[in-house]
């Protein structure tokens, strides 16, 4: 149910959305998946925005899955009682919000790998000075390939090619002057997902347009449409694309929905910082939308409130509140 159709005002009277924290995705594997981004794209361990103390501290290392703990609290926040769980925490290149790797164990999980075009699908972007250099590291590690052809296809925004990490998670390459990151999102409307990120968060829209034949082959398909709206998240430069896909008549595969857990190997979370936490949850319950954390009570840590919402493609969003500085 949208916003319009509840009577509720068109926008928030004051956006709530302060900046990003991390993007994060589940993993079966931390080491092996932390290898991946560190030997590809010069990704590094980093401090957990939350740990406190001098920057110049060392970030912790990735704990091993023995030492997995169990947090009651995450529990609630997540959804995922009985569990222990390790989270990794990264920097890329140039990019101004943190990459984030989160393994859970002694629950169920499922591994559906994304194709571009489902709905809840997610896909991180990096954009790199030297393509070549990049694929053929790629090449290397025998990472799976989506552009149609195997190799870089040329697109309006310049080379660029689709492949999987070792999660089977999506991730675009594409040639740019300077390194920088951002994120997709495979939406089933997008009206429904604008309403969600622009009306109820008060991210700024910055365009639509429709892809290039080129563009549908770097994400695999032949044929078909898709229709993107570039977003810009308060506070910062971060961009955010949502497309949404129309196939071709009988398509293979056919576009599946996502119904994301946390703990899923791929699952993808933003974790955005927000201020008036408790009107924010007041005003996403009001409009119809899902909670992930158990009542849709936030968590209190010692740095900051926080709470999971489900957007209307099962992408998990995260509120958080921090204390006040």
Known sequence: ???????LAPAPPTVPVRGLYNWIHGTGNAERAFAF???????????????GGPATMAPEPIRPASQAGSDPLVWDLTNTHGSRFRTVFMRAPSTPFGLELSEFFDIARSDRAPNPWDPG?????????DLDAVADRLKERGAPVVT???APVTTPSGRAILVRDPDGCLIEATQGDVNETSIEITVGSLGRAREFYETLLGLTMSGMRTATAAELRLRGLSSGTLTETAMTIPGTDVRIVLSQFTLSAGATPPATRFEWKLQDVGSPQLQLEVS???????RTTRAGYRFLSVGARPIQRAFGRFVFAIDPDAVLVEFVEPVAR
């Open 37 to 51: 981004y560190h030997d590809i794209f010069g990704v590094e361990l980093a401090r957990s925005p939350f740990a």
């Open 276 to 282: 008036g936490l408790d009107a924010l949850i007041d």
């Open 148 to 150: 149609l052809g195997g």
């Open 121 to 129: 699908a997610a896909t991180l972007i990096f954009s790199v000075r």
């Open 1 to 7: 149910m949208g916003l319009a159709a509840l009577g």
